[in-house]
């Protein structure tokens, strides 16, 4: 094994990233160390590349990003006896601290200290990544090799669809990025009655009628709110999974669900937004969900679960395949808007 | 409009029935008249017929049974708001008192004073049927026509599949009769990840594959207990649907339960059943749920959705289709086992 | 009996009230007459008084308002079987349709065609009120006389506090007008950790002390975010009970609710509010729950439960017994500020 | 500090103990030394001391029991992070795996793998025990001395009252052992509406009084069904709360339960039990329970939280204190059943 390896590379609190020949880590006890195989980007991601408030505010340089990714088990370090050389694994990238009130009462998925790999230490955009044992996720082998990668965004959909009751719901799904589309694949294949979703670029509405939306309207275009009250007989949607973040999305989601709903919002506004909380939540008496991260680790049964069953097809989802050297190429795809899940593969 | 109609009716305190002709109800204050147009049979109507103990102990003669039915409104009576002649409809035939803590609460599924038409007043084997207005169902145009008269027997089953979680599920289902392999559909449609049918009758077993299981065992030869066990990597099921109130099955079903499971049961043993409590629930740390009728009317609106999505196929639980005439054959039919679900049109 | 009684009557489209003579009502079918014993004044009475923009939007005179008393039945229509002359009742006020999606699955309280007594239709503010048999509450002799007029808004309390766990929680309550307060003495009784009140009226915090609350703070003074942060080991509170409707209160009580807290709102705001989605619900994993009406019926089997322990002290909170007479200096009272709840009594 | 300490020790496969002097142990990474100060004795040491079926399939000699206890830190291993010398600690004596589905799912408490120490590892029968630091409860300073060694078994209570809504809920509890008593206290505090409860032995039902048992009545004599059906308006309690684990009593504990209440098993019967599902769970649509440890550590939280308030009065249940010498003077005690809880201190 070679003792240096490529890595993409945060090296300056500046715009940009760098393709760079680091040592390759060594597993200390408790820790594996996983030769990646593939690996995906996400928004994240580019807020990092861009060097954005947000960016600026929590990342600090020299910083591997990536945090979505899968691969095969190269070392373990003493102490580990779940996973062996050769296993193929994938990992939950939020690290808990295991001692807080969350973590001590099965919330560890909102840990009060948590440490994101990827963000606040060395990812997964590398040929090796360092994982500690508990966040190691073994993958089954039913699971297709591409979606492996994917774990982390389809886990923040299953998180939200599965946060309530979804089978025989309908459902409304606003913003048609991968973990929109991921839901919507989600809440058909757990019998959801009818998926509207809500996109103004029409490459993604294309991609969310391939997912399983039943109609995926445009809220710039389409007369959204009579469509689907109209479909639900006048009462509203069961269930907003809201996606994008954008206040227009938001206020348009909760105005087309119905009295006592259920709203689970995802989407992560820049700036607080302004709502009718009287007549939006109130007297609708309707429950919201904050929905941050994965289920430690329940979402990942179900995901598991879900894709054993085979009825989760995410490859429209997946627009790009490109080497991990083609990283500052992956950004520009995604800045125009052009992918929606690219997935790197280091050589 | 006659004012006479055939009607299949439990006349003496005796094994047997009679084909005979009534007088056509007329619709009081808030009641519909239906004119059936499919009547399912079901294992109450069973008891009924061979005038068992229960039957001695619970029915009053005379009586007409029947209450799974669907049709079109006849006639309505003054104050009835809802539907109108023409509409299609079928019905919740347990009519609840809405006056006790059960009916108060949200629960009239388990009415302290519950009447059942078809068994404490008359219910639907016959050209016409009268029902209050508050159980009466308007189909949505959606639904397949025989699947109509079944929604009684489905909403059995949607009530014990949808009672917890049930996507990315393990589940075994013990006892595939009727409402047994309905739920065998019902938990597939709603994201079940493996479904396993106990059955020890053959051809039920190759229905319970056809409505979806996974896997579908005879208990009396299979070695049930290792397969599962194999299958959930040595854990067992997340959740057991006991559809047939067997002793033996119970105890099997219970047997396979993963620690911190649930347990549904719906199917009624004839006598009290012993169970090793200490191990089956107490330190499995299981949920048991008792699981009676349909939700008022949550169930019904569930049914409705699954069925819209088109995926739901009942077809596999028709076996036979007979004239409402033909009663006495439709019990000889279900005494010997070859047929599942029974439906019955009056002329 | 006579056939004229005394009522507040909002006569017309403008300002004030009118004391008038009008005739006792007769009660239909399924309809209860109720001799008012006492009636207590709400917030919205004092909206409809002052007819405020609200007020002019929903009411249309002449209307007798009053949603909050208690009496003795007078007289009882054709077909209730309930109640009969002389029981002491209360009654929900919200009268459901019975017929929506809402109704039909156990939601009544957010029933889409709701109307509401004494704000869509004549009230209890007069000698005689009127009453469907099925919004009647017949109450149990062990239940105070007074306490019995404030059923209406200890239930809303009842319902906010146990929309969700209460028990060995740390509370949060923001806004101490009546529904304020008892919720506070309904989460002490029902095992709360800790109550901290919130409220920028002196009088109404020395009341909150004396409902329960462990800790009375007023938030335009106290350090509250410190304070309470320091009580709860920095972790903030596990539950949030909005009752003020204030946008800054509003803000704060997100502020203090921990991770993964709950969020139940019931104080209406009269205009959007801004909130940092992101930092305050996204992230923190927060249930944020819509809180109108009380559950029917659960909510007043809760009430009248509770009240039977003995454990709940109402009495801090009402500040005046009136006549009904005095309505308008009722109004003044409340206007000031200077009453919290006050009971109106025929004569 | 002393190299050898005082230690109870089960030392042979046979009936009886020993007292012994054997070293004090030295913790290892991750490990936690306590001394000792209170520890109390258990239904399950019992078994032990007597080395009956369940002990001689179970235990392997030489073993030091005691699974409640708390006492002061002594000394840490490397790693240790929560804990110094000198803190007061309790701890959770079921070591989980945490690897197994219901570990990595937030259900710990029924570890598929679960070691408990005093059972199948050493416990805190001694002047010192060993713990991992997972397992360290670190007590808050407002928990009165001796409630502290007694968090184990009011834990088990905590866990079984609140696995349910207990607010405003009519409760019976089948059993007055220590377990049971607590439960009465918990209850209470947390809002129950009324507690029954059933015991045969005169002295616990004085102590369920005591406890706050409204009602306390012995099933061998008391006609105890007409009782509580008449208490509860002829509708049965809400809450089972099952602590004796005898048939007669879980058939009495169910007869009584209210259609659509809840049943929480916590008593362990020694045989299979004959239970009439039909009538007891399935018709009644009951929820049944297995209640199993403490939840981890929510439950724990929970204790704090309650004990914190005041309300839980638990002196009753003390009914001797011991030194740790004197433990074959305890199992006496407790076998001839005069006393209910026995605390020993090491001298």
Same mark, same amino acid.
């Given at each position: 094994?070679?003792?240096?390896?490529?890595?993409?590379?945060?090296?300056?609190?500046?715009?940009?990233?760098?393709?760079r020949?680091?040592?390759?880590?060594?597993?200390g006890?408790?820790?594996?160390?996983?030769?990646?195989?593939?690996?995906?980007?996400?928004?994240?991601?580019?807020?990092?590349?861009?060097?954005?408030?947000?960016?600026?505010?929590? +990342?600090?340089?020299?910083?591997?990003?990536?945090?979505?990714f899968?691969g095969?088990v190269?070392?373990?370090?003493?102490?580990?006896?779940?996973?062996?050389?050769?296993d193929l694994?994938?990992a939950?990238?939020?690290v808990a601290?295991?001692?807080?009130?969350?973590?001590r009462?099965?919330?560890?998925?909102?840990?009060?200290h948590?440490?994101?790999?990827?963000?606040?230490?060395?990812?997964?955009?590398?040929?090796?990544?360092?994982?500690?044992?508990s966040? +190691?996720?073994?993958l089954?082998?039913?699971?297709?090799?591409?979606?492996?990668?994917?774990l982390?965004?389809?886990?923040?959909?299953?998180?939200?669809?599965?946060?309530?009751?979804?089978?025989?719901?309908m459902?409304?799904?606003?913003?048609?990025?991968?973990?929109?589309?991921?839901? @919507?694949?989600?809440?058909?294949?757990?019998?959801?009655a009818r998926?509207?979703a809500?996109?103004?670029n029409a490459?993604?509405r294309?991609?969310?009628?391939?997912?399983?939306?039943d109609?995926?309207?445009?809220?710039?275009?389409?007369?959204?709110?009579?469509?689907?009250?109209?479909?639900t007989?006048g009462?509203?949607v069961?269930?907003?999974?809201e996606?994008?973040?954008?206040?227009?999305?938001m206020r348009?989601g909760?105005?087309?669900?119905?009295?006592?709903?259920?709203?689970s919002?995802?989407?992560?506004?820049?700036?607080p937004?302004?709502?009718?909380?009287?007549?939006? +939540?109130?007297?609708?008496?309707a429950?919201?969900?904050? +929905?941050?991260g994965?289920?430690?680790?329940?979402t990942?049964?179900?995901?598991?679960a879900?894709?054993?069953?085979?009825?989760?097809?995410?490859?429209p989802? @997946?627009?790009?395949?490109?080497?991990?050297?083609e990283?500052?190429?992956?950004?520009?795809?995604?800045?125009?808007?052009e992918?929606?899940?690219?997935?790197?593969?280091?050589?």
């Amino acid at each position: 094994m070679s003792t240096t390896m490529q890595a993409v590379v945060k090296a300056h609190a500046a715009p940009g990233i760098e393709l760079r020949e680091v040592p390759v880590p060594t597993p200390g006890p408790g820790e594996v160390l996983v030769r990646v195989q593939s690996a995906s980007v996400c928004g994240t991601d580019l807020h990092i590349f861009n060097w954005d408030p947000w960016a600026q505010g929590r +990342i600090h340089p020299p910083l591997i990003p990536g945090h979505e990714f899968c691969g095969a088990v190269a070392d373990v370090g003493r102490g580990v006896t779940t996973v062996k050389e050769g296993d193929l694994v994938s990992a939950e990238m939020h690290v808990a601290c295991g001692k807080c009130l969350q973590c001590r009462t099965g919330q560890a998925h909102i840990c009060q200290h948590v440490r994101i790999l990827g963000v606040d230490a060395d990812g997964a955009f590398a040929s090796y990544a360092l994982i500690p044992e508990s966040n +190691i996720w073994k993958l089954s082998p039913t699971i297709p090799h591409d979606y492996a990668s994917l774990l982390d965004p389809l886990g923040n959909a299953v998180h939200a669809v599965l946060a309530g009751d979804i089978a025989a719901k309908m459902v409304v799904v606003t913003g048609c990025g991968a973990i929109g589309l991921f839901s @919507i694949a989600v809440a058909k294949a757990c019998g959801a009655a009818r998926v509207f979703a809500l996109e103004v670029n029409a490459h993604r509405r294309s991609v969310a009628a391939a997912m399983g939306a039943d109609l995926a309207l445009d809220p710039a275009v389409d007369n959204v709110k009579e469509q689907i009250l109209e479909t639900t007989g006048g009462t509203g949607v069961d269930v907003l999974l809201e996606m994008s973040g954008h206040p227009a999305a938001m206020r348009l989601g909760f105005a087309l669900l119905r009295t006592g709903g259920r709203a689970s919002l995802l989407g992560i506004p820049s700036q607080p937004v302004e709502l009718d909380f009287a007549k939006d +939540i109130i007297f609708k008496g309707a429950t919201v969900q904050g +929905i941050n991260g994965r289920k430690m680790f329940e979402t990942w049964f179900q995901m598991e679960a879900l894709l054993a069953t085979g009825k989760l097809n995410l490859e429209p989802v @997946i627009t790009h395949r490109l080497k991990l050297s083609e990283f500052t190429q992956a950004m520009e795809l995604l800045r125009t808007g052009e992918a929606i899940k690219v997935i790197l593969k280091p050589e």
